[in-house]
Nanobody, 126 residues
Framework: QVQLVESGGGLVQAGGSLRLSCAASGRTFSSYAMGWFRQAPGKEREFVAAINLSGVTTYYADAVKGRFTIARDNAKNTVYLQMNSLGPEDTGVYYC???????????????????WGQGTQVTVSS
């Protein structure tokens, strides 16, 4: 099984950018679809973006479409989330998650992700 460690969070002004990384341990990274979720204070965790096993197909929440880009490098066992045009509404803890195999039916479903990172804080000031 993979272990996930996020990095790259921080404080940024509105309109700025951040790039999150999620490093996975283990030899089977390419067997996992990968996703990013976030949780704002006082709110439920929500889907942000996901990517299939090869990295060819990506999925986004409407709130981030056109601003965020998910990518993966299977040779480096890493998935990235490039976040541009950030706004205060993007503030929250961002979690990386791994889903064994791939199913377009469940790519948005939090409960279908088997492994989670510890999260990284993103704070966007207005």
């Amino acid at each position: 099984q993979v272990q996930l460690v996020e990095s790259g969070g921080g404080l940024v002004q509105a309109g700025g950018s951040l790039r999150l990384s999620c490093a996975a341990s283990g030899r089977t990274f390419s067997s996992y679809a990968m996703g990013w979720f976030r949780q704002a204070p006082g709110k439920e965790r929500e889907f942000v973006a996901a990517i299939n096993l090869s990295g060819v197909t990506t999925y986004y929440a409407d709130a981030v479409k056109g601003r965020f880009t998910i990518a993966r490098d299977n040779a480096k066992n890493t998935v990235y989330l490039q976040m541009n045009s950030l706004g205060p509404e993007d503030t929250g803890v961002y979690y990386c998650a791994a889903q064994l195999g791939f199913s377009v039916t469940y790519i948005y479903t939090m409960s279908r992700y088997h492994r989670w990172g510890q999260g990284t804080q993103v704070t966007v000031s207005s």
